[in-house]
């Protein structure tokens, strides 16, 4: 789009209010309202606000940053008309006082890991599963995990009444902001649901995940329910994971992970970022998986990705690939969760990917076993290792991957790093109800 093409949206749709967005390194959006009057400066990319609040972002003496609109993602907040006024918003870039990239920013940053790519020869496109539980709120319009949803995987609707209406409000409202959703169902645990939307390149598609979340929480929250994206809320039960699919392409537009003529029909540089991931796995999972919870649901017995192997086949294997070929072929990712940063995710796991392919990497055989069901001894002969266990031991492998602190730059890997050891060293010290419940009386 234009700029001169938003401003006509703007005054056909009686748009008086303006919200730029921006993402921080946790991956929470965050949000600048604009009156009517400032809405050609915002476009201008001459709006400024201060950064030293936003967490991993600047000092407070350097605090003064650009937010420079990708026009893009200019859209219409359907949620958001009354009486006749609309409110629309734009996803921005930011950028220093000097008006240069800012390298704190997610966004700026994944553009510069995909100049890497394109440098190499390759686009990436990605494409999300974010999974997603919707949940009672108390008297005091408080979130609880209560549900009166006693549905299952793929249930019909009239076992799932308010999680269906809810499911196809969010659905039409990513349509009108010109979402292509693909499918939406129930998912495993009572409560949980996924809506997946058609793939796009890997900063638009990082852009939609975004976008998706916040959809689905506003129009949850206007049917009086809490969605929540945490990857365990409930004990006992699948938790929520954000399945990545992803694909290098030829920059002449042909898919570069498919070899008609290979039995798999993968090429070369497929096994090679295949190798890749498996091989940076541990070192990229404080970063697609970044809560001390989403270690809750990388254990055994839930269908969660402990195990780092891969598969044509496999759901149990760390990285699937599915059946579609041609210019479908791709590489499904199964250990990140929508808590993550998809923007720092998604340029962890390219760098990674990247890091086969120049290295010329050849992945381990591909294990087409249930892996739930073999015992340490075959794990072991097979050469499969364990995902980390805990926030804790993915900070290490973290700190010793040097891909980690090449992917995100100086700025972004030590903010990050200082964030969630301060966030894993909160938890490890807290005295939980679990450690009351077991040891008080005894």
Known sequence: MTKEEILGILKEERVHFFRLQFCDVNGMMKNIGIPKSQIEKALDGQMMFDGSSIDGFARIEESDMYLKPDFDTFSILP???????????????????????????PRVNLKRVLTSAHDMGYTMNVGTEAEFFLFKLDKDGLPTTDTDDASGYFSVDNEDSYGIDCRREIIETLEIMGFEVETSHH???????????????AVRCA???????WVVKTVALRRGLHATFMPKPVFGTNGSGMHTNQSLFNLDGSNAFYDKDDKEQLSKIAYNYIAGILKNAKGFSAVTNPLVNSYKRLVPGY????????????????????????????????CPDPSCNPYLAFAMMLNAGLDGIRNELTPPPSVDLNIYDMSGDEKRTVGITNMPASLGQALEEYKKNP????????????????I???????????????????YLRI
């Open 187 to 201: 998912e495993v645990a009572q409560g949980q649901h996924e809506i997946s939307f058609k793939y796009a390149d």
């Open 207 to 213: 852009d939609n995940t975004i976008t998706f979340k």
């Open 79 to 105: 949620w958001r008309n009354k009486e006749g006024i609309s409110t629309a918003r734009i996803i921005c870039d930011v950028y220093s006082s000097e008006e240069t990239p800012f390298p704190g920013c």
């Open 420 to 438: 969630k050891e301060a966030e894993w060293e909160s938890y490890r010290i807290a005295v939980t109800d679990w450690e009351r419940d077991h």
């Open 303 to 334: 269908e969660a990705p402990v195990y780092i192997s891969w598969s044509a086949s496999n759901r149990s294997a760390l990285v699937r690939i599915p059946s579609s070929r041609g210019v479908g072929t791709r590489v499904e990712v199964r």
């Open 403 to 418: 891909i980690s602190r090449e992917t995100l730059g100086n700025h972004i890997y030590e903010k990050y790093l200082f």
